[in-house]
């Protein structure tokens, strides 16, 4: 292997670092084992005079003193890395003592090893340190302000919240009470309709009772004592038309006969299969015919009242038994039955 070229001159260093740069004797450098091998931890640099540490402790204060407080700041909060150079590069820097602001930084009992005083290190700490405490505490004010905003800003949205809660809250409840309301007075208004139809129909009915009563004081059932044997529209031999056109009410011979109704007896004798018959024609022209009588008490012509007596039962013309065979027919002559027509005048048969 050739021989490495002397390492060239360093530097002289400018009047303003404070005047001409000491000598420095050189020799020629020539690779050992020592040197070629790896080195683990700080490397290994020469000697050299003012105190000056090709170091990477020595670069470090140089970093440090130009990044100042704030840098130091964020720097101690970071773990330290070792920075080392090669040595080419580290004989051109200059002496440590000479920079501005970092001679007074340095010791000048260095260790002969290179490694630093770290005495001015701790009073650049304390001053990186009021400074990271002043910015912390303006970081820390700013963070409290930025939570206070956050912390109102939520308050309120809750608040709001609540507030809307309540509202939609009171809302339903009003609703409820107003569907609750119109339900009761929907109910009261029905109950009330109900009980009103109740009493007018009581009150009909009443009516109605009354006029029955009335009414059944002038009419009269053309018999008592009796039972209702055949009524009107029943099919049959026995009679010619095939129905019967009338009511019976079966009863012994000589139970008395009553005008049901003020009338004027129109006729009085016989009439072939009605046997003895008087016919009773009341004030709207409505016939009333009693058949079958054994005997009779009115004439033609004569005026009779309600439950006057105007014969007496028998078993005259085409009978089975003794009975009042009674019909019932309208001012146009045709024939109705006289069940319905004695119930239509309150009476009960």
């Known amino acids: 292997m050739a021989s490495n070229m002397p390492a060239p001159e360093a530097p002289f260093a400018p009047s303003s670092f404070g005047g001409d740069a000491p000598e420095r004797s050189y020799e020629e450098w020539n690779p050992t084992e020592e040197t070629i091998r790896p080195v683990r931890g700080r490397h290994r640099v020469a000697k050299q005079r003012g105190g000056l540490a090709r170091s990477s402790t020595v ?54 090893d290179g490694t630093a005083n770290h005495a001015p290190l701790t009073a650049m700490t304390a001053v990186a340190d009021s400074g990271e405490r002043a910015g912390g505490e303006q970081a820390a004010g700013a963070g409290e302000a930025l939570r206070a905003r956050i912390l ?92 019967h056109t009338g009511l019976d009410f079966a009863a012994p ?36 015919w009693y058949a079958h009588l054994s005997s009779m008490t009115a004439s033609a012509g004569q005026k009779v009242t309600t439950g006057e007596t105007i014969g007496r039962v028998g078993a005259t013309g085409n009978v089975t038994g003794p009975h009042l065979h009674m019909e019932v027919h309208t001012a146009g002559g045709s024939g109705i039955d006289p069940l319905a027509w004695l119930r239509g005048k309150g009476l009960t048969v």
Do not use: C, F, N
């Open 59 to 112: 670069l470090g204060v140089g970093v440090i003193a130009a990044v100042g407080a704030g840098g130091m700041a964020t720097a101690q909060d970071k773990p330290a890395v070792s920075i080392s150079l090669p040595d080419s590069l580290t004989d051109h820097l200059p002496d440590a003592s000479s920079l501005p602001g970092v001679g007074s930084l340095i010791s000048d009992d260095s260790d002969g």
């Open 152 to 243: 109102q800003q939520a308050e309120q949205q809750r608040a709001e919240a609540d507030a809307e809660a309540k509202a939609a809250a009171e809302k339903s409840a009003a609703e409820q009470a107003a569907a609750q309301a119109a339900k009761q007075q929907s109910a009261a208004e029905k109950q009330a309709a109900e009980e009103k139809r109740k009493a007018e129909e009581a009150a009909r009915a009443k009516a109605e009772a009354e006029r029955l009563a009335e009414l059944a004081r002038s009419w009269s059932l053309p018999t008592s004592s009796y039972t209702l044997t055949s009524t009107y529209g029943e099919s049959g031999s026995m009679w010619s038309s095939g129905q």
């Open 253 to 288: 011979t000589g139970t008395p006969v009553k005008a049901v109704h003020t009338g004027t007896v129109t006729s009085a004798g016989w009439s072939g299969s009605y046997g003895y018959r008087i016919v009773l024609e009341l004030e709207d022209g409505t016939e009333v």
